[in-house]
């Protein structure tokens, strides 16, 4: 749990906290309620159901942050960096068996105007477009298929990560989803270098890795985890790269599942049970 007065003496390290220093914050109480308050109100009115907001994370650490509601995901867009900060959704047991197919269009995000990431930053650059909230999550709602490809959705990502390791732990993410019922995601980008490498002529930052947070149902509780790649072609295995969603807050200077009960959260989010996440 990511507190907000970073309790427990915890600190996001210097380079994180600087590398994420742009454009708006919402770093208080106060700020970060008055910032993602209408979005839940939506989701409340159009969903009728709390639970579904589970996977509402929130910034810790200022930093560029443009919201957009999609059907079946949201994004906290960064306007400096042309990536999202995180893309978050809920995936129920039966959405993993949709039947619309892939469309294969990325497109710039109509929902916003301004500078946005464009597909000739990626062209040539030996990157793929790496989905945050990936296709095969989306293949309930046509609407939400056509929306995932939106540049806004996307990352540079290595094509062996991105082909391979990714690939896996996003299926593995379907699994627990029919296992448990559901399946809260937060996924997006981890900045460590001082001088990020970018592509294409506006400059689109290349993340360092790539993290995904997973919340589940079990029981009368939740259990969680949080999973870190590099961002390269290494052959990883996912529960090599498995962590506490502690340990993921501190990285990412993000507050996942803040909706849930500060005793529940701190709970599923200072431990890790391996012989769930099979």
């Known amino acids: ?83 999202p900060n995180w893309v978050a959704y809920e995936l129920t047991k039966s959405e993993t068996y949709g039947d619309v197919n892939r ?22 650059t030996g990157y793929d477009r790496g989905h945050m909230a990936p296709a095969g999550d989306m293949k309930w709602s046509q609407e939400a298929m056509d929306a995932c490809f939106y540049l806004t959705n996307i990352c540079p990502q290595n094509h062996n990560l991105n082909k391979g390791a990714w690939n896996d732990l996003e299926i593995k993410c379907r699994q627990w989803a029919r296992r448990y019922g559901k399946a809260w995601i937060v996924t997006g980008p981890v900045i460590t270098s001082a001088e990020p490498k970018t592509i294409g002529r506006r400059h689109v930052v290349v993340p360092d890795a790539f993290f995904k947070v997973v919340l589940v149902p079990r029981g009368e509780g939740y259990e969680a985890a949080a999973f870190v790649m590099n961002n390269d072609s290494g052959n990883y295995d996912y529960t090599e790269c498995s962590m506490t969603v502690d340990k993921a807050e501190n990285l990412t200077g993000i507050d996942f599942f803040y909706a849930l009960p500060d005793d529940i959260e701190d709970k599923v989010e200072g431990s890790y049970n391996t012989k769930i996440w099979k």
């Open 1 to 83: 749990m990511l507190r907000r007065n970073m309790r427990n003496g915890m600190m996001i390290t210097a380079a994180v906290a600087l590398l994420l220093s742009c454009g708006p914050s919402h770093t208080n109480d106060k700020q970060a309620e008055e910032f993602y308050q209408p979005v839940l109100q939506q989701a409340k009115a159009e969903l009728q159901t709390a639970d579904v907001l589970l996977e509402m994370p929130r910034m810790e650490v200022p930093t560029s942050e443009t919201l957009i509601v999609h059907e079946g995901f949201r994004i906290s867009y960064n306007r400096t960096r042309l990536i």
């Open 103 to 124: 469309t294969d269009y990325f497109d710039v995000d109509p929902s916003i105007s301004g500078r946005q990431a464009q597909f000739s930053d990626y062209s040539h």
